[in-house]
């Protein structure tokens, strides 16, 4: 499409510069915002018609409409600190299919319908100005931080699929001896929904097939404390 409109210029017209599957999000930090984004995935899993992904390589692109004048050193510094995060460990999306809900609450909805209110979404901040500007919704893309796995498995000759999706909290999130307890919000540390969802070969969606989700909450002793972690390197 970009090829066949260019020829109508005598200039070059529009370049494209990068192919993606999604947007992460936009960070600004002392002189311009950048574009996140995912540039290769892995499938890992399917609910009915419901597609979901591992995020496997991202980059970032600078958004700017004034030419080149060079990166300051404080500019670069923190954009170095912020690619440190690795978002090709371990985060998940799907276009279709809220990971940021278990199955009960997303039965009550429309089907495909996304929300950003969720301690879930690792990239609900970098979405911000994004949704609050009322922009489609078919280009926010909610991640999840975890673990997701399905099997195909055989119960007494009938195959069913079993998928594990592991939900991280980015409230009071990480480390484990480095967090512990809870913090003046509520939120305790490391805290994980693991859902366990069981449905067979024939689920189109909720109206069609057979299927059942088990649910199970995780995380630190819901109280203030921390723990000393000098003991456990002498």
Same mark, same amino acid.
Request: charged share 20%; with cysteine.
């Given at each position: 499409?970009? +090829?066949?409109? @260019?020829?109508?210029?005598?200039? !070059? %017209?529009?370049?494209?510069?990068?192919?993606?599957? %999604? $947007?992460?999000?936009?960070?600004?930090?002392?002189?311009?915002?950048? $574009?996140?984004?995912?540039?290769? !995935?892995?499938?890992?899993?399917?609910?009915?018609?419901?597609?979901?992904?591992?995020?496997?390589?991202?980059?970032?692109?600078?958004?700017?409409?004034?030419?080149?004048?060079?990166?300051?050193?404080?500019?670069?510094?923190?954009?170095k600190?912020?690619?440190?995060?690795? =978002?090709?460990? @371990?985060?998940?999306?799907?276009?279709?299919?809220?990971?940021?809900?278990?199955?009960q609450?997303?039965?009550?909805?429309?089907?495909?319908?996304?929300?950003?209110?969720?301690?879930?979404?690792?990239n609900?901040?970098?979405l911000?100005?994004?949704?609050?500007?009322?922009?489609?919704s078919?280009?926010?893309? @909610?991640? $999840?931080?975890g673990?997701?796995?399905q099997?195909? $498995?055989?119960?007494?000759?009938?195959?069913?699929?079993?998928?594990?999706?592991?939900? !991280?909290?980015?409230?009071?999130?990480?480390?484990?001896? =480095?967090?512990?307890?809870?913090?003046?919000?509520?939120?305790?540390?490391?805290?994980?929904?693991?859902?366990?969802?069981? +449905?067979?070969?024939?689920?189109?969606?909720?109206?069609?097939?057979?299927?059942?989700?088990?649910?199970?909450?995780?995380?630190s002793?819901?109280?203030?404390?921390?723990?000393?972690?000098?003991?456990?390197?002498?």
């Amino acid at each position: 499409m970009i +090829h066949y409109g @260019n020829k109508s210029y005598a200039t !070059r %017209g529009v370049e494209q510069v990068q192919s993606s599957f %999604g $947007i992460v999000g936009f960070v600004r930090f002392t002189e311009g915002y950048y $574009i996140v984004l995912i540039t290769k !995935r892995r499938k890992v899993a399917t609910i009915g018609y419901h597609v979901i992904y591992k995020i496997v390589d991202t980059c970032m692109l600078k958004i700017s409409s004034q030419p080149s004048r060079g990166q300051s050193s404080v500019e670069a510094k923190y954009l170095k600190i912020f690619q440190n995060v690795d =978002l090709s460990s @371990n985060f998940y999306f799907s276009y279709t299919y809220d990971l940021s809900q278990p199955l009960q609450p997303q039965m009550r909805t429309i089907p495909g319908s996304i929300t950003m209110a969720s301690k879930y979404v690792w990239n609900q901040r970098l979405l911000k100005g994004f949704t609050k500007n009322r922009i489609s919704s078919k280009w926010v893309i @909610n991640i $999840i931080h975890g673990f997701i796995c399905q099997k195909n $498995i055989s119960v007494f000759g009938k195959y069913v699929y079993l998928t594990l999706i592991a939900r !991280r909290s980015k409230q009071f999130a990480g480390t484990r001896y =480095l967090k512990r307890g809870t913090n003046d919000e509520g939120d305790v540390a490391n805290e994980v929904e693991t859902e366990q969802i069981v +449905h067979d070969a024939s689920l189109s969606w909720h109206s069609t097939g057979r299927i059942t989700s088990y649910l199970q909450l995780r995380g630190s002793v819901p109280t203030f404390w921390s723990q000393v972690t000098l003991a456990l390197y002498t």
